[in-house]
């Protein structure tokens, strides 16, 4: 396996952080994508959609999305279960994570894409070019401080996101917490069953990966 | 068990045909978008994103969200399977169910929801109103036709979207192409490995669900 990475962005962090909870540790290659190494013909042999997180397999074939990556390494390394374990408790990871990507690391994008002077044209990843749109930069940072008050809501009856223990759907949301402080938003101080998960988060020695 | 459904609308349906696809069926409730039942206080008591499908479990708990009820379905009912079988397979299928849900579903509903006259102030679903915008509109237009582009060269290599079998990635695809049309949009003529595809699938007897 390699794995396709770029420390400073917030996507392939979800995989980091996934193999840091498994204490796994994978060849990795570092894609500069403040140069635009992800545009060069190299990479996009590897990824036509010119993002990381890319996870190479040993067959050659390459999974170029975080929650597939994701899947993947936890039926080759299954301890600790980051997907839960019964159907039940796996249908609830997949749907708080969903929730957590749409309604959080999405939104989040969308604020920082639409407004940023460095990503004119450029406002989704991608060969493609995309105009910044400022009504949705705007409607991007509406919908993470709702995303934020509905996890406080949600955080009042159980430790974690998806329930009694800690997966990949906590992964997703811290993340896309860390990505809402590029455009400047802060989980309000009344969300305080939200800061108290967050810094339970925060503690764990994966939240540095 | 019980299937929240709404049997005019796309998102439901990638459940309905998942089920048909299994040939299981499950006590069904309609809900009525049309009129705003979504938005009811009963129907927000069992989804407070006043969104369907919804899939209540025997504990009484729900699932709002279409992969997390096609996977715990998947586990119930295993035969056949749709998620894939191997881990690389499994992958596989999610990630191109994520990119077909992401580049496909999402951006006929962006193209759809932000131009509807009767969408006005509700382009995202949910309780919360938000304002349409009309470059969104046009932006997931040119995003389905390059979405459908991609598709057309994967299937040009590959009889089905997540490789040799028929899985949750095609019943994604094959359903935003429908939702595509309520924007009149159609997979253009010179796609003719998309269009083959798509005549397969519209003859399993699971399109009519």
């Avoid at 999405?106 to 995309?130: C, D």
């Amino acid at each position: 396996m390699k794995f396709y990475d770029c420390t400073t962005a917030p996507s392939p962090r979800r995989v980091r952080m996934f193999l840091a909870e498994k204490q796994v540790s994978i060849p990795t290659v570092q894609v500069d994508l403040r140069s635009g190494e992800q545009h060069s013909e190299a990479f996009r042999a590897i990824n036509p959609r010119c993002t990381v997180p890319v996870l190479t397999l040993d067959d050659g074939s390459h999974l170029n999305e975080a929650l597939a990556i994701c899947w993947y390494l936890e039926r080759r390394f299954p301890e600790p279960a980051l997907f839960g374990d019964d159907p039940g408790q796996q249908a609830r990871v997949l749907m708080w994570n969903a929730l957590c990507e749409q309604e959080g690391f999405f939104a989040a994008a969308e604020a920082f894409r639409n407004r940023a002077k460095g990503l004119k044209g450029r406002a989704l990843t991608g060969q493609e070019g995309y105009a910044q749109i400022e009504a949705l930069a705007e409607r991007g940072r509406t919908r993470v401080l709702r995303w934020m008050a509905d996890l406080d809501a949600r955080l009042s009856a159980v430790p974690f996101i998806a329930g009694e223990g800690f997966t990949l759907a906590d992964i997703t949301a811290f993340i896309a917490i860390d990505f809402a402080g590029w455009v400047k938003l802060a989980v309000p101080e009344q969300h305080r069953h939200l800061t108290r998960w967050r810094e339970q988060v925060a503690a764990r020695a994966s939240a540095s990966a």
